[in-house]
């Protein structure tokens, strides 16, 4: 019971996110909407953790899983991938070594003046 | 018997566990990145589905019960974003500044790579969302009118390959701090690199993991104004 009543509120929430995309006239998917709105609940206190938290870490958990049938849907757009293959891969590899030396420099930037300041 | 597959609506998806199951396993057994239990599974479901002449609609008559769930679970992604709240105050400039680098230089890189190479708009808009979470990068996709199947077959090789290189990366960019080494994982291969983060060390799991929603979030902001550009 306290696993459906848990997935209830997740549900109401979602809701409250749908709603908010189809009245919002932005490019935001209704899951962000509802991301926030559960953030806010929570910090808010409107949400305590015990009354989402088992439910919400075994939906996390299981996630990986809801993402099969969007990646098997390649089979279906592969004409469109073939002949962008290359690209694709290219953009895929050094994005990967650009945003990890970005955030990675960045922050690690910040927390060594933040030392120096403090020495 | 072929008849009867291809009309299953439960087989592929059975199949689907099963192969995830197996990639679980694997994983377990070699803790080698490339077995990813969800790349093994599309890989798996995709051989079986062609090879018993399944097509893909049938196929989604049952699968489209997992997708339904996606939403509600990326709304709970803001509890451990909530959990990790203090971790994320006491190194705020860090963490905000860090991630928002990761995330401008993530699109930039791939509206500067599209650009040279040609891309038309809807495969731009495609990869754009390509280093944040599955979840909220297939969102995104569909927003900006690109190729969601293909954007999820990007994110997670982006994942699998960030999962394998990580360490590395961090090496040869002397990126030694493990707030640093976490947010970085987080930011450029999401939950599968948080996987790897978390091996590495407490702190780096913690970082990467509130990354994912922060960088999710961000990206969804600036995807916006960058999809304009090509």
């Known amino acids: 019971m306290k696993y459906l009543k848990q ?40 949400l305590k953790l015990d009354q989402v938290k088992e439910s919400g870490k075994f939906l996390i ?54 030392k120096k300041e403090e020495a | 018997m072929t008849e009867f ?15 995830y199951g197996l990639g679980a396993w694997l994983k377990k057994k070699f803790g080698f990145g490339f077995f990813n239990p969800l790349l093994i599974s599309i890989i798996f479901t995709i051989i079986f589905l062609c090879t018993c002449g399944i097509n893909y609609e049938t196929y989604n008559e049952g699968a489209k019960y997992l997708s339904w769930l996606l939403t509600p679970s990326t709304v709970c992604l803001a509890i451990p974003l909530y959990e990790e709240f203090e971790l994320l105050k006491k190194n705020a400039k860090a963490v905000i500044l860090g991630i928002t680098a990761g995330v401008l230089t993530s699109l930039a890189t791939v509206f500067v790579l599209a650009k040279l190479m040609g891309l038309s708009h809807e495969n731009y808009v495609t990869l754009l969302p390509k280093s944040i979470t599955t979840a909220i990068g297939m969102g995104v996709s569909e927003e900006l009118g690109g ?52 091996e590495i060390g407490e702190i780096e799991g913690a970082m990467s993991s509130l990354s994912i929603a922060v960088a999710g979030i961000l990206t969804v902001v600036f995807a916006t104004v960058f999809a304009g550009l090509i």
Not at chain 1, 22 to 35: E, F, K, R, T, W
Not at chain 1, 86 to 111: E, R
Not at chain 2, 5 to 19: E, F, R
């Open chain 2, 5 to 19: 597959m291809a009309t299953s609506a439960y087989a592929g998806v059975t199949i689907s566990l099963v192969s």
């Open chain 1, 7 to 46: 997935f209830l509120i997740i549900l109401a929430v979602s809701l409250l996110g749908e709603i908010c995309k189809a009245v919002l006239p932005l490019p935001i998917p209704a899951s962000i909407y509802g991301m926030v709105f559960m953030f806010i609940f929570l910090l808010t206190g409107i």
């Open chain 2, 147 to 198: 190729y969601v199947t293909i954007t999820v077959a990007v994110i997670v090789i982006t994942g699998v390959i960030g999962n394998i290189l990580g360490e590395f990366i961090c090496k040869i960019f002397r990126i030694h701090e493990p707030i640093s080494k976490g947010l970085a994982l987080g930011t450029a291969a999401h939950a599968i690199g948080t996987a790897k983060a978390m």
């Open chain 1, 61 to 114: 958990e299981i996630m990986p899983v809801m993402f099969i049938p969007a990646g098997v849907g390649l089979m279906s757009s592969w004409n469109v991938l073939k002949p962008v293959l290359v690209p694709v891969s290219v953009i895929t590899v050094i994005t990967i070594f650009t945003v990890m030396a970005a955030t990675g420099l960045v922050s690690q930037g910040i927390i060594r003046m933040g």
